[in-house]
């Protein structure tokens, strides 16, 4: 039987310049498997623990702690554990640090360790890792699907200086017919935006925020970036609802002070900003809000799921946790579940959030965060799990771009075999 015969992190930085992890696992047939963790900006509070160190160093970022917790503790735990069982190697992580939140020992310790390990695995087999998390973790036969690329093309809130309030404003390339073209789509959007911007703004406008989406420089709120936004999908000779539909993520727990929600000088409650997404859904091609109201706003949630159709995706509100999840699903308070593996902290526990998401006929957008590295194992995750919806930011930034080219990659070694689910984007998941 293969072995873990040594596992080694170390601090290395991420796309805001702040230290992360990255963790090698090595297999006793010399096979290896590495991961580097994300961290978001705009966390929900029930998210699993960053340990970090504290201090001076790094502003009290640093993650030596968490580091000298893979290499000790969980170097230690693991070396008896079969790599090729994720399942057990998830759990025998879990015990090591039962603690809520993962905080003892650190979910971004624990997670680099459970990543690193799916990597290696699929190496030792000779697999790529999507079939590898397909096949042998999750556990799918069906033919594979790409996702259709949800890109942030404008950044606002947590993620940019600027004055929008709005995180996100996202579009979506269905029209096109596979995953290559919808990246074609993409890129061309986004640089006519570019152009457009800076003709408006001035060259400031060229400058971009956290996940590689334009400033939004000189933008005066919501409905000019989606006007902005709209003229630039037709001038770059597309067609806004065929080819090309629009997201936002409102991330609207930042928004939120005092009971009202603060958007474009204005003070809203929850019902006025439930108008205001309903007149914007009848305005232009709006097609998926993530966290239209605050974290622990289910009630409010599940108000605007009776008013609409489009798909209404929950971040913030259930932290990839399956225990929230059910909760959500129950008080259907959404439509799509936002997964991010680091906000629970495991492969396995992330995988089970997206199965619970889907068995209650939930889509699933795997997603990045706001600060990332050129990890690009969510790219495979997303086409092992056969979600059909992929958020990775602008199509812009080595540490956004490495998930659109994996999965280009990964198109290709199936040689262009596989789905591409366009404007069924939330349902898609169903058939694979
Ligand atoms: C998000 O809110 O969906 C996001 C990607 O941002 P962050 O990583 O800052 O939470
Ligand atoms: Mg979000």
Same mark, same amino acid.
């Given at each position: 039987?293969? #072995?873990?015969?040594?596992?080694?992190?170390?601090?290395?930085?991420?796309?805001?310049?702040?230290?992360?992890?990255?963790?090698? &696992? $090595?297999?006793?047939?010399?096979?290896?498997?590495?991961?580097?963790?994300?961290?978001?900006?705009?966390?929900?509070?029930?998210? $699993?623990? *960053?340990?970090?160190?504290?201090?001076?160093?790094?502003?009290?970022?640093?993650?030596?702690?968490?580091? #000298?917790?893979?290499?000790?503790?969980?170097?230690?735990?693991?070396?008896?554990? @079969?790599?090729?069982?994720?399942?057990?190697?998830?759990?025998?992580?879990?015990?090591?640090?039962?603690?809520?939140? #993962?905080?003892?020992?650190? =979910?971004?310790?624990?997670?680099? &360790?459970?990543?690193?390990?799916?990597?290696?695995?699929?190496?030792?087999? *000779?697999?790529?890792?999507?079939?590898?998390?397909?096949?042998?973790?999750?556990?799918?036969?069906?033919?594979?699907?790409?996702?259709?690329?949800?890109?942030?093309?404008?950044?606002?809130?947590?993620?940019?200086?600027?004055?929008?309030?709005?995180?996100?404003?996202?579009?979506?390339?269905?029209?096109?017919?596979?995953?290559?073209?919808?990246?074609?789509?993409?890129?061309? &959007?986004?640089?006519?935006?570019?152009?457009?911007?800076?003709?408006?703004?001035?060259?400031?406008?060229?400058?971009?925020?956290?996940?590689?989406?334009?400033?939004?420089?000189?933008?005066?709120?919501?409905?000019?970036?989606? *006007?902005?936004?709209?003229?630039?999908?037709?001038?770059?000779?597309?067609?806004?609802?065929?080819?090309?539909?629009?997201?936002?993520?409102?991330?609207?727990?930042?928004?939120?002070?005092?009971?009202?929600?603060?958007?474009?000088?204005?003070?809203?409650?929850?019902? *006025?900003?439930?108008?205001?997404?309903?007149?914007?859904?009848?305005?232009?091609?709006?097609?998926?809000?993530?966290?239209?109201?605050?974290?622990? =706003?289910?009630?409010?949630? $599940?108000?605007?799921?009776?008013?609409?159709?489009?798909?209404?995706?929950?971040?913030?509100?259930?932290?990839?946790?399956?225990?929230?999840?059910?909760?959500?699903?129950?008080?259907? =308070?959404?439509?799509?579940?936002?997964?991010?593996?680091?906000?629970?902290?495991?492969?396995?526990?992330?995988?089970?959030?997206?199965?619970?998401?889907?068995?209650?006929?939930?889509?699933?957008?795997?997603?990045?965060?706001?600060?990332?590295?050129?990890?690009?194992?969510?790219? @495979?995750?997303? &086409?092992?799990?056969?979600?059909?919806?992929?958020?990775?930011?602008?199509?812009?930034?080595?540490?956004?771009?490495?998930?659109?080219?994996?999965?280009?990659?990964?198109?290709?070694?199936?040689?262009?075999?596989?789905?591409?689910?366009?404007?069924?984007?939330?349902?898609?998941?169903?058939?694979?």
């Amino acid at each position: 039987m293969v #072995k873990i015969t040594s596992i080694r992190a170390l601090e290395i930085l991420d796309s805001r310049g702040n230290p992360t992890l990255m963790t090698k &696992v $090595a297999l006793s047939d010399g096979t290896t498997g590495v991961a580097k963790v994300p961290s978001g900006a705009s966390t929900g509070i029930h998210e $699993a623990v *960053e340990l970090r160190d504290g201090g001076n160093r790094y502003g009290g970022k640093g993650v030596t702690r968490a580091v #000298k917790n893979v290499n000790t503790v969980l170097a230690k735990t693991m070396s008896s554990v @079969d790599p090729l069982k994720q399942k057990s190697v998830d759990d025998t992580l879990l015990e090591a640090d039962p603690s809520k939140g #993962k905080g003892k020992l650190g =979910a971004n310790a624990i997670l680099s &360790v459970s990543m690193a390990t799916a990597v290696a695995a699929a190496s030792h087999l *000779e697999m790529e890792l999507f079939e590898y998390l397909r096949k042998n973790v999750i556990s799918k036969t069906a033919k594979y699907q790409l996702p259709v690329p949800m890109s942030n093309v404008i950044n606002g809130g947590a993620h940019a200086g600027n004055d929008l309030a709005i995180q996100e404003f996202m579009i979506l390339p269905v029209g096109a017919k596979t995953y290559p073209e919808g990246v074609r789509y993409l890129s061309e &959007v986004y640089h006519t935006l570019g152009t457009r911007m800076i003709k408006r703004h001035g060259r400031m406008a060229k400058h971009v925020g956290d996940e590689g989406g334009y400033c939004g420089y000189g933008l005066k709120g919501t409905i000019d970036a989606f *006007e902005e936004i709209m003229g630039a999908i037709e001038e770059a000779g597309y067609t806004p609802k065929k080819d090309v539909v629009l997201g936002i993520d409102a991330a609207a727990s930042g928004l939120f002070k005092n009971g009202k929600y603060a958007i474009d000088g204005k003070n809203l409650d929850a019902s *006025e900003l439930l108008e205001f997404y309903l007149e914007l859904e009848k305005t232009f091609p709006l097609q998926t809000v993530e966290d239209p109201f605050e974290e622990e =706003a289910f009630a409010d949630f $599940a108000e605007y799921m009776k008013k609409t159709r489009i798909q209404v995706v929950t971040d913030d509100l259930t932290v990839s946790n399956p225990e929230i999840v059910h909760r959500a699903i129950e008080e259907k =308070a959404g439509n799509a579940l936002l997964l991010k593996v680091n906000q629970i902290g495991s492969v396995t526990e992330a995988i089970e959030a997206a199965t619970i998401a889907n068995k209650a006929d939930w889509g699933v957008v795997v997603s990045h965060r706001s600060g990332e590295t050129g990890d690009t194992f969510i790219a @495979d995750l997303c &086409v092992a799990l056969g979600t059909g919806q992929l958020k990775t930011g602008g199509p812009a930034r080595s540490d956004r771009v490495e998930k659109y080219n994996r999965l280009l990659e990964i198109y290709d070694v199936l040689d262009g075999k596989c789905g591409y689910p366009g404007s069924d984007f939330r349902t898609a998941w169903r058939n694979y």
